[in-house]
């Protein structure tokens, strides 16, 4: 070797660290070596804490040791980095144990070490009595100094208290009025204007047409003081309504005798007593509610009053203040009047006295406001589009009028509608009717005791038309006289009477007629009373006339008269009613039996004593019986003969 060329050789140190990852360019990533903390617990995952340390197994102890750490010696020769946890699961359970175990031990040898005093004895530290006592003054000073310090701390804590308590307050308050606002906008229609939150409470989403806007404002309420106690019917929001809607009103329909002077009649001033709230209602709701019913009213009245000017009647109405007078009937005036108090003491003294009985008709108010809705109804829906669309705006029967070539009497036929002024009147001329037929047969029923009249209302009636059936019959008869049942059917102008057989009588409007029609037909119950009964008794109908002729003239209705004879034919009963004259009943006797009777010259038969003679009257207010009926019962039971 020592003969040839030297020859260069590289040697490259071998590689310390192990490697990861070789890129696609060569690129080599190695395995960073452990740090001391992570070598540290390495070595502590190998020790192993369950093996005994006594003196006997040292030996074998050692050799076992040495040959782990020779292991381990070998395994970082080859620089084997790889974690290896404990293949028990309990491991780390068992070390914590033991930690747990080794810390309450050192903490029992302290405390037995305090506490028995026979190992060490605590004394407190000698202090230099060199040192000079502080005079009382400096310690007062102090004192008085860490007073003052603890003083301002304590007014900046509940200073800064205060403030903290005044936001919270402030932010619930906010919180409150943002949830009012959200409830107040579910039940009214609002909107916002500038820097103001503005509601509407008319009726013309609805169809009205009333020129009033109607406008509310929502305000916050602030009113109450923070550093007071919130009352419980605290509300943070509050609203603003116009000074004329303010307060309460209604309509007052009464029907009346016409008054002397009514010039006096438009001062009225009428009020009605505030209902109690309902708990849990806000205010809010309850001052809008009030309102918007204030706004309804002033819609009606003002309606009302516009037809009483634009309708020609043959008695034209009255508009005087805030009140209508209208006429149905003569003799008697419709008025409606609207009541609107605003609250003030002034308007409260010239209340009418509560003593003064309430002729309000409640019913027609009622019917006043659901005739509103429904004209504000025909308004919202009378607006139709054309169809074609070529063809004019209007009503679809106006519209074919120019190709069914109406003539001038249909389409102001079709032009025509009744108003609500119109409407109300009819339905006030009905209920007047009404209560004066009620009150007809009520006074008749009262004073006249024999027959019985009852009335049955029916349940089921119109604005316009009610029907009551009228029942005339005897006490303990009902079952065989059934004769007069009358069905009244009441409308506007005029009362329909229908009887059992069909036949039908219009009445008018005056009492005195219907009164004079009802005494007549309890006339003429009573004849017809006799005839069920003489069917029942087994007497024979001679003759039946509901309007007699003969005898003195009734200046109601006519009289009715029948005549009864007994079975054998012996007794005739003659009973003439009338309803002014009453009731006459004659009793007629064979001619044998009348000993006051002249014998006669011309008569020489005896047979022709058997025949009935003159009629003799029965003195009827002497007869026992609780009717008429029971008392005829009596005298024809009297007259038939014994089987």
Known sequence: MSGGPAVQISIESACEKQVQEVALDGTETYVQPLSMSQNLA???????????????????????????WGKQEQEEDEATVKFQPSLWPWDSVRNNLRSALTEMCV?????????????????????????????????????????????????????????????????????????????????WKLRKVSDKILGDLSYRSAGSLFPHQGTFEVIKNTDIDLDKKI????????????????????????????????GDLGTIN???????????????????????NVLLCKEIFAQLSREAVQIKSQIPHIVVKNQIISQPFPGLQLSISLCHSTGDKKNQKSTPDKNKPDDHLYVLEHNLHQLMREFHKQTLSSVVMPHPASAPFGNKRMRLAGPMAYDKAEITSLQQSEGLLEKIIKQAKHIFLRSRTARTI??????????????????????????????????????????????????????????????VITLSHQEQELQDFLLSQMSQHQVHAVQQLAKVMGWHVLSFSNHVGLGSVESIGNASAITVASSNGEYSVSVRNGPESGC????????????????????????????????????????????????????MAALTPCP
């Not at 603003?240 to 303010?246: A, F, G, T």
């Not at 014998?599 to 003679?613: E, T």
Request: contains cysteine; proline residues 4%; glycine residues 6%.
């Open 442 to 503: 009520d006074s008749l029923a009262s004073r006249i005791e024999d027959p019985q009249i009852q009335a049955h209302w029916s349940n089921i009636n119109d604005v316009y038309e009610s029907s009551v059936k009228v029942l005339i019959t005897s006490q303990g008869y009902e079952q065989i006289c059934k004769s007069i049942q009358l069905q009244l059917t009441i409308g506007v102008e005029q009362i329909r009477v229908v009887h059992r057989d069909g036949r």
């Open 584 to 635: 006459k009943v004659m009793v007629q006797f064979p001619r044998n039996q009348c000993k006051d009777l002249l014998k006669s010259d011309v008569i020489q038969d005896n047979k022709w004593n058997y025949l009935r003679g003159p009629h003799k009257e029965v003195h009827w207010s002497k007869m026992e019986g609780r009717n008429f009926v029971y008392k005829m019962e009596l005298l």
């Open 270 to 292: 009428l009020f009605r007593r505030q209902l109690k709230p309902k708990s849990g209602t806000q205010p809010w709701h309850l001052k809008l509610e009030a309102a918007q």
């Open 107 to 187: 903490l029992y040898d302290v405390l037995s070490v305090v506490k028995e005093k026979k190992y060490m004895t605590l004394d407190p530290v000698s202090q230099d009595s060199t040192v000079g006592k502080t005079p009382p003054v400096l310690q007062l000073l102090g004192k008085k100094k860490s007073l003052a310090t603890a003083a301002q701390l304590l007014l900046k804590g509940a200073e800064k208290l205060n403030k903290s308590v005044a936001e919270n307050q402030e932010n619930r308050r906010q919180r409150d009025f943002n949830s009012e606002l959200l409830r107040l906008r579910s039940q």
């Open 42 to 68: 390495k070595l502590a995952q190998r020790i192993d804490f369950g093996q005994g340390s006594g003196s006997e197994d040292e030996g074998g102890v050692g050799e076992a040791r040495g040959q782990e």
């Open 231 to 262: 009352p419980e019917d605290y509300c943070p929001l509050d609203v603003q309504i116009p000074s004329d809607l303010e307060g309460s009103a209604y309509i007052k329909v009464s029907i009346q005798k016409q008054a002397p002077d009514i």
